[in-house]
């Protein structure tokens, strides 16, 4: 199971789990609470993840279109530019999915441990120690297939003229 490191973000997770326990199995006898709450505390954080890589994901996608110089946030940024400019969103969301795309696809590329110590750390959001468990390696070797993959994937991307 993961962990969920930000003290704030946990515990909206475990609230919200403890309001859909009470709201869709408040009927069902006491005894069956405590798998029910675990089953649901499981699929919140699934979801908590989900959420976290999608927003890394365009994050990252949308820092690549901002200017050099700029230090705010992305999403702020695409935002002031689409109030000025509301015909050139278009364009930017057709560039940004084939960004997307092309990512996604030079990421399966990748060796197949480089690949599962990448998602695992920058998509999945699992620290070196939880990485380095679950693909039954130390943590050096997570370092090295980490860093590999990132050093791949830079050189493939600025291949196709691509600088992230």
């Known amino acids: 199971m993961f962990a969920v490191h930000d003290e704030d973000a946990a515990l909206d997770i475990v609230q919200d789990s403890m309001m859909k326990l009470s709201e869709k199995y ?21 979801d908590y993840y989900r959420r976290q890589k999608v927003r890394s994901t365009w994050t990252t996608l949308l820092s690549s279109f901002a200017h050099d110089d700029d230090d705010s946030d992305p999403l702020e940024t695409l935002q002031s530019e689409d109030e000025r400019n509301p015909l050139g969103t278009p364009t930017g969301n057709l560039e940004q999915a084939q960004v997307l795309a092309i990512i996604e696809n030079e990421v399966e590329k990748l060796p197949p ?48 003229g691509i600088e992230l």
Not at 123 to 140: K, L, N, P, Q, R
Request: glycine share 4%; hydrophobic share 40%; proline share 3%.
């Open 113 to 160: 441990r480089q690949r599962e110590a990448f998602l695992m750390r920058y998509w999945e959001d699992m620290d070196i120690a939880e990485t380095a468990a679950a693909m039954g390696c130390t943590e050096g070797s997570v370092k090295t297939h980490c860093s590999r993959a990132t050093h791949t994937l830079a050189a493939a991307l600025k291949a196709k």
């Open 26 to 46: 408040g009927d069902k006898p006491a005894e069956e609470f405590p798998m029910l709450f675990q089953r649901i505390l499981q699929n919140s954080i699934r």
